[in-house]
C-alpha cells in the first residue's frame, strides 16, 4: 500500500530565509505526486504536482519540488518565505487501479511557523 | 475554474442523528472523493466513487456510506453520528485528463 511520509511536524523560518519541507513516499509504481497548502480556516490549495518528464517542478507563489526516485523523495522549496506562507502543508501520492483514481494518500502535513 | 461546492460549512448534530453531507462538482467529473481531517492525522479516505452509482471503501469506511445518484453530487451518510466523527469533512473530484484534484472548503461536523 502506498504512504507518505513527512518527517516534519513543524518547522520555524525566519521571513527572508530559504525553505526545504521534506516528503518521502512509498508507491509501487511512478508515483503522481503533489503538494497543497491549507491556510488556517481555509481548503487545500494545490501548489504544484509531478507526474513525469523534469523532475525539477514549478508551482505557484514561488515554490518549486524536486523529484528524486532514488530517494523516494519529493521535497517543495522556497528561496525565500514571506508571512503569508505560514500554513500547513500536505504532501500526497495518488494512486490507481483498473477502476480509475482511487485518491490521493496524504502525508500528516507539516505546520509552517514564519518568524519576523 | 472546478468548483466543488460543500453545503454546510458547520454543522452540529446530536449523538445517533442521521447525519448528511452534500457535495456538489460543477465539471462533469467521474471520479469524486470523501475525506476528513483531524489534527496531526492530516486527511484520511472514507470513501470514494469512480462515476455515478458507483462507490469503493477507501481506508476508514467505519460508519459512513455514500451515495452518487447524479454524476455531479456525491453525499457522505452518517447513519448513526457518534463523538469520534467530529471532525472536518473535505470533499474532492479529479479531472481524469490533468489529473488534477479539486477540494472543497470543507464541512465542520461536530457530534454532541
Known amino acids: 500500500a502506498q504512504s507518505v511520509t513527512q518527517p516534519d511536524i513543524h518547522i520555524t523560518v525566519s521571513e527572508g530565509a530559504s525553505l526545504e519541507l521534506r516528503c518521502n513516499y512509498s508507491?509501487?509504481?511512478?508515483?503522481?505526486l503533489f503538494w497543497y497548502v491549507q491556510s488556517p480556516g481555509q481548503g487545500l490549495q494545490l501548489l504544484l504536482k509531478y507526474f513525469s518528464g523534469d523532475t525539477l517542478v514549478q508551482g505557484i507563489k514561488g515554490f518549486e519540488a524536486e523529484f528524486k526516485r532514488s530517494q523516494s523523495s519529493f521535497n517543495l522549496r522556497k528561496p525565500s518565505v514571506h508571512w503569508s506562507d505560514a500554513a500547513e502543508y500536505f504532501c500526497a501520492v495518488g494512486s490507481y487501479s483498473g477502476g480509475g483514481a482511487d485518491g490521493l494518500t496524504f502525508g500528516k502535513g507539516t505546520h509552517l511557523i514564519i518568524q519576523p | 475554474d472546478v468548483k466543488v461546492t460543500q453545503s454546510s460549512r458547520y454543522l452540529v448534530k446530536r449523538t445517533g442523528e442521521k447525519v448528511f453531507l452534500e457535495c456538489v462538482q460543477d465539471?462533469?467529473?467521474?471520479?469524486m472523493f470523501w475525506y476528513r481531517q483531524d489534527p496531526g492525522l492530516g486527511l484520511r479516505l472514507i470513501y470514494f466513487s469512480y462515476d455515478v452509482k458507483m462507490k469503493e471503501k477507501g481506508d476508514i469506511p467505519e460508519g459512513y456510506s455514500v451515495s452518487r445518484e447524479k454524476k455531479e453530487r456525491f453525499s457522505l451518510i452518517l447513519e448513526s453520528a457518534s463523538t469520534n466523527q467530529t471532525s472536518m469533512y473535505l470533499c474532492?473530484?479529479?479531472?481524469?485528463?490533468?489529473?488534477?484534484?479539486?477540494f472543497g472548503s470543507g464541512t465542520r461536523l461536530t457530534v454532541v
Open positions: 465539471m462533469d467529473h467521474e471520479n
Open positions: 474532492a473530484s479529479r479531472d481524469s485528463t490533468s489529473n488534477g484534484y479539486t
Open positions: 508507491y509501487g509504481a511512478t508515483p503522481y
